[in-house]
């Protein structure tokens, strides 16, 4: 069954502590995004691939990081410089071409602080 | 910066009624435009694009239209059911900025009633 995997479904953070969500996809799409929602605003971007081996900043990097060594996953750390991780994260892919691909998401893990 | 408005964080209708969702942009010209639906705790899902030079695209009970003049869009379900309730998010490309990613509203949130 093709399609994007996220987990875990709910994470929980300490203060100072790191964390890690998983994003798995076999859809076979190059790029790949990481968004977080917070409520009543819209999706904002973090860091997303377009290939293998490389990433970019989206419009709210700082406190996270990425790293993209397979085509089918895109880990985001959560880092302690992050003061307020507590929302929605997102993961999503497109496919070949720009310009008019939709992009895929999956159903997300909730970060919320202990 | 691009910047993104949908015209009420929620829209209530009664069932059988045609919702208008409204999306209006500033400081950009997307090559096209994006409506994904959204489900409490679900990931977004991709319903219809349509490019610049497109001034409406159909699918089934769904039209979009797209005024590059006016920077709006607006997305109309038609014959509403209470199962069209839900968020309904747009979103533009950011192509042209050399960007191969999306730049999302902050939805509204649609209520369709028995």
């Known amino acids: 069954d093709g399609g994007i995997t996220q987990s875990p479904k709910y994470l929980f953070r300490k203060e100072g502590q790191n964390v890690t969500l998983s994003c798995e996809q076999n859809?076979?799409?190059?790029?790949m995004y990481w968004y977080r929602q917070d409520p009543g605003q819209g999706l904002r971007l973090i860091y997303y691939?377009?290939?293998?081996?490389?990433?970019q900043k989206g419009d709210i990097a700082e406190g996270y990081s990425v790293s993209r060594e397979k085509k089918e996953s895109f880990p985001l750390t959560v880092t302690s410089a992050q003061k307020n991780p507590t929302a929605f994260y997102l993961c999503?892919?497109?496919?070949?071409?720009?310009?008019?691909?939709?992009?895929?998401f999956g159903d997300g893990t909730r970060l919320s602080i202990l | 910066s691009q910047k993104i408005e949908q015209n009420s964080e929620a829209l209530n209708i009664q069932e059988g009624k045609t919702a208008t969702l409204t999306c209006n942009y500033t400081?950009?010209?997307?090559?096209?435009l994006q409506w994904y639906r959204q489900d409490p705790g679900r990931g977004p899902v991709f319903l219809l694009l349509?490019?610049?030079?497109?001034k409406e695209k159909r699918k089934e009970r769904l039209k979009v239209t797209f005024d590059t003049t006016l920077k709006q869009s607006l997305f109309h379900i038609t014959a509403s059911q209470p199962a069209d309730s839900a968020t309904y998010l747009c979103?533009?490309?950011?192509?042209?900025?050399?960007?191969?990613?999306?730049?999302f509203g902050t939805g509204t949130r649609l209520t369709v009633i028995p």
């Open positions: 999503a892919t497109m496919g070949q071409g720009t310009g008019n691909q939709p992009q895929h």
């Open positions: 400081n950009y010209s997307p090559a096209y």
């Open positions: 349509i490019r610049e030079n497109e």
């Open positions: 691939s377009q290939i293998v081996n490389d990433f």
């Open positions: 979103a533009l490309d950011r192509f042209s900025t050399g960007a191969n990613n999306l730049f």
């Open positions: 859809l076979n799409h190059d790029a």
